[in-house]
């Protein structure tokens, strides 16, 4: 699959760049890229959360009313559930919600959001660049040149580029990457997936 490549102004270069069917041409496994996104949303979930049972409360420890003769139900501590301030029956406690996922399910996951990707041509090959400064004026220009402004694009480096970064900082959805980073949730997440040159020949040797 050939693919044109485009300068930042939006203009085709010339030259053309051939995308490897057995990543960017599979037949995508959706079950796997359920799994992948998953694991990748469970893993970012803080599990802080915290109740006080009823052993962790403050109260006091006095019965609150004789055992018999009242007509009523029991009553031996201020800490019962069933009280207002009383602890909470079996409440959530810390917990870590990741699980393992193997990593042949997760690059095929990954395959699979490339190829949707693909598929629906929603894929743009930039050639390198960078910028002398961070510019945000300059980012957003070359968002309206591939004419993916006011859309949700990735951008895929080869390596980490601070300049790119902090000039997409304040462009709304806008989010720039590096192949160690890349996972499955980005992609499928994105509208347009812009990847640099480099960052092809570095996905395609990866994967």
Do not use: C, W
């Given at each position: 699959m050939e693919v044109a490549v485009f300068n930042i102004e939006g203009k085709e270069t010339g030259r053309?760049?051939?995308?490897?069917?057995?990543?960017?041409?599979?037949?995508?496994?959706?079950?796997?890229?359920?799994?992948?996104?998953?694991q990748y949303l469970a893993s970012r979930r803080q599990g802080t959360h915290k109740s006080k049972?009823?052993?962790?409360?403050?109260?006091?420890?006095?019965?609150?009313?004789?055992?018999?003769?009242?007509?009523?139900?029991?009553?031996?501590?201020?800490?019962?559930?069933?009280?207002?301030?009383?602890?909470?029956?079996?409440?959530?406690?810390?917990?870590?919600?990741?699980?393992?996922?193997?990593?042949?399910?997760?690059?095929?996951?990954?395959?699979?959001?490339?190829?949707?990707?693909?598929?629906?041509?929603?894929?743009?090959?930039?050639?390198?660049?960078?910028?002398?400064?961070?510019?945000?004026?300059?980012?957003?220009?070359?968002?309206?040149?591939?004419?993916?402004?006011?859309?949700?694009?990735?951008?895929?480096?080869?390596?980490?580029?601070?300049?790119?970064?902090?000039?997409?900082?304040?462009?709304?959805?806008?989010?720039?990457?590096?192949?160690?980073?890349?996972?499955?949730?980005?992609?499928?997440?994105?509208?347009?997936?812009?990847?640099?040159?480099?960052?092809?020949?570095?996905?395609?040797?990866?994967?």
């Amino acid at each position: 699959m050939e693919v044109a490549v485009f300068n930042i102004e939006g203009k085709e270069t010339g030259r053309m760049v051939n995308l490897n069917e057995t990543i960017f041409g599979i037949e995508p496994n959706d079950h796997a890229i359920y799994l992948d996104t998953k694991q990748y949303l469970a893993s970012r979930r803080q599990g802080t959360h915290k109740s006080k049972e009823r052993g962790e409360i403050m109260g006091s420890t006095r019965k609150l009313k004789k055992q018999k003769g009242t007509g009523t139900a029991r009553f031996g501590s201020i800490k019962n559930p069933e009280f207002r301030g009383g602890g909470r029956i079996f409440g959530p406690r810390p917990r870590f919600y990741g699980f393992k996922l193997n990593k042949k399910v997760k690059q095929l996951a990954r395959k699979s959001a490339l190829s949707y990707k693909a598929k629906e041509n929603k894929i743009i090959v930039l050639e390198d660049f960078s910028f002398e400064a961070p510019r945000t004026s300059e980012m957003a220009a070359m968002n309206a040149n591939l004419k993916i402004m006011n859309k949700k694009s990735l951008f895929v480096l080869s390596e980490q580029n601070k300049n790119i970064y902090l000039s997409s900082r304040n462009l709304q959805g806008v989010e720039v990457v590096t192949i160690s980073d890349l996972n499955t949730y980005n992609i499928m997440k994105a509208s347009t997936l812009v990847l640099t040159e480099s960052a092809v020949d570095v996905l395609q040797s990866t994967l």
